[in-house]
């Protein structure tokens, strides 16, 4: 059974950072892209960022770029995003995302994860 | 960026209604679209992908069709779970956007 399980969220200060995590099981995480998408409240969904299977490949949002990075430990099986920089529109609920077979789009999400950026 | 514009924003709708959901991208992107369904305070659950094709349990009463810029998603007899918001995401290129979302309110 695919499981994602993100740890790390809480809150933090403008300028702050954060390093949340997804912990991963049920699948061979390397063979597939992941990516985190996060939801503002009361809003939609946003992606934020993405990574290929063996972590050579990074993508982000114009949001987010220069502040956020992901990575990947495929020996943990293991999906990070540093958060550097935090500013209050960052407050979201954060969720990681596994991609389909053959590239698909999302076929697993996490439970996902607050982050609140406030002083 | 591609652009996902989805209507309407809302629909009211009654059980057994058949309701239509539209997407439209800002340009083209072959059938590399996806449907998520979300409730209120629960994760998105992803429910076709490639525009027509069902994720594995999801219940055939929803389908999708299009290629290129229009796009929609069906259902066919709504049911009380099927009250929710849906969001059309497009995966041709980074970076990936979402529309802005349908929510299916009870009539």
């Known amino acids: 059974e695919v499981q994602l399980l993100e740890s790390g969220g809480g809150l933090v200060q403008p300028g702050g950072s954060l390093r949340p995590s997804c912990a991963a099981s049920?699948?061979?995480?390397?063979?597939?892209?992941m990516s985190w998408v996060r939801q503002a409240p009361g809003k939609g969904l946003e992606w934020v960022s993405g990574?290929?299977?063996?972590?050579?490949?990074?993508y982000y949002a114009d949001s987010v770029k220069g502040r956020f990075t992901i990575s990947r430990d495929n020996s943990k099986n293991t999906l990070y995003l540093q958060m550097n920089n935090l500013r209050a529109e960052d407050t979201a609920v954060y969720y990681c995302?596994?991609?389909?077979?053959?590239?698909?789009?999302?076929?697993?999400w996490g439970q996902g994860i607050l982050v609140t950026v406030s002083s | 960026d591609i652009q996902m514009t989805q209507s309407p924003s809302s629909l009211s709708a009654s059980v057994g209604d058949r309701v239509t959901i539209t997407c439209r991208a800002s340009?083209?992107?072959?059938?590399?679209l996806a449907w998520f369904q979300q409730k209120p305070g629960k994760v998105p659950k992803s429910l076709i992908y490639?525009?027509?094709s069902l994720q594995s349990g999801v219940p055939s009463k929803f389908s999708g069709s299009g290629s290129g810029t229009d796009f929609t998603l069906t259902i066919s007899s709504l049911q009380p779970e099927d009250f929710a918001t849906y969001y059309c995401?497009?995966?041709?290129?980074?970076?990936?956007?979402f529309g802005g979302g349908t929510k299916v309110e009870v009539k």
């Open positions: 995302a596994k991609d389909g077979e053959g590239a698909e789009s999302f076929d697993y």
């Open positions: 049920g699948f061979t995480f390397s063979n597939y892209a």
């Open positions: 990574i290929s299977g063996s972590g050579g490949s990074t």
């Open positions: 340009q083209g992107i072959s059938n590399y």
């Open positions: 490639a525009a027509s």
């Open positions: 995401q497009q995966y041709y290129s980074y970076p990936l956007t």
